[in-house]
C-alpha cells in the first residue's frame, strides 16, 4: 500500500526520519487483512526519487521489501464518533462510523441499543438493536450502515419517547459489541456516556393501506398498514 497523506514529523536532514502517519492512510493499512498486523506482514519498499541525501545523490531502492526492526502491534480500541437515524426511508437507517476500520462480523446487534435519554433514569425507552441487518456484511471499513426489518421497525414506531426527535435519541452499547480488526473492543457506551444522534431524519412517508378482510358474517373488516398507525 501506497502512503499518500503521510508528512516527516521532524527535520528532515537527519539519518533518521520519523513519518506520521495520517489517519486516512492508517486506516488504509488497517482496512487490509494480513498486512502490518505484525513483523512477519510488514515490509517497506520505496520508488525511485523517494529520498536522496543532502548530495541530492538518490538512494537506493528497497524493491524486496524491509523488514521492520521493530513492530508494535495496534492497542487503541476503536472509538463510535457519531450516528446518523433516518426515519423516513422503507426500511429505518443506522448509520455508524467509527475512528478506524471494524469488521463488519465483529459488530454484535444484540449488544447496540437506542436509548432515550443519556443518564441513567428507570423511565428510558430501550431498544436492542437485535435483528438489524447490516449493509455489507463482508465490510471492513469506519461507517457501517444497519437496515431495520418489519418487526424491528414496528418496536421502534411503538416506543412514543424514542427517536421522536434528535432530543431523544442517543446511542449506547454493551461490552464487547465492537471490535477492530487488531481485537480491540470499543469500551462500553453506557447510560452516562450515551451518544447522541448527529444527522436525524424524521418519518415523512405517509402510511399505506396495504391490504384488509372483511367478515360479513360477523360484522367487521380489518385493515392493513405499511407502519404503525393511531386511531382517527
Known amino acids: 500500500m501506497r502512503l499518500s497523506n503521510s508528512s516527516f514529523v521532524a527535520e528532515r ?4 526520519l520519523t513519518i506520521q502517519l495520517s489517519e486516512e492512510d492508517l486506516n488504509r493499512i488497517k482496512a487490509q487483512y494480513d498486512l502490518a498486523e505484525s513483523s512477519s506482514s510488514t515490509f517497506l519498499s520505496t520508488e ?3 529520498f536522496s541525501d543532502v548530495s541530492n545523490n538518490p538512494g537506493s531502492i528497497v524493491a524486496q521489501g524491509l523488514p ?13 464518533r457519531r450516528f446518523d437515524l433516518n426515519m423516513s426511508s422503507q426500511q429505518i437507517q443506522l448509520s455508524l462510523s467509527f475512528s478506524e476500520p471494524v469488521p463488519a462480523a465483529r459488530l ?11 443518564t441513567p433514569a428507570s423511565t428510558a425507552s430501550v431498544l436492542m438493536l437485535q435483528g438489524a441487518q447490516i449493509q455489507d456484511p463482508a465490510a471492513n471499513q469506519t461507517q457501517h450502515t444497519f437496515f431495520f426489518p418489519p418487526p424491528l421497525v ?36 453506557n447510560a452516562s456516556a450515551a451518544l447522541q444522534v448527529a444527522t436525524y431524519v424524521s418519518d415523512a412517508t405517509p402510511p399505506r393501506c396495504t391490504a384488509f378482510q372483511l367478515n360479513m358474517d360477523q360484522g367487521w373488516a380489518t385493515l392493513n398498514f405499511s407502519e404503525v398507525v393511531d386511531q382517527p
Open 154 to 189: 414496528r418496536d421502534l414506531q411503538l416506543a412514543r419517547q424514542l427517536c421522536t426527535g434528535q432530543q431523544n435519541c442517543f446511542f449506547s452499547s454493551l461490552e464487547q459489541a465492537v471490535q477492530d480488526m487488531a481485537g480491540n473492543f470499543m469500551p462500553a457506551l
Open 48 to 50: 525511485p526519487g523517494a
Open 108 to 118: 454484535q446487534p444484540h449488544r447496540l441499543f437506542l436509548t432515550s435519554q443519556s
Open 13 to 16: 536532514h537527519r539519518t533518521n
Open 68 to 80: 521492520p526492526l521493530q513492530h508494535i502491534p495496534d492497542a487503541t480500541p476503536p472509538v463510535l
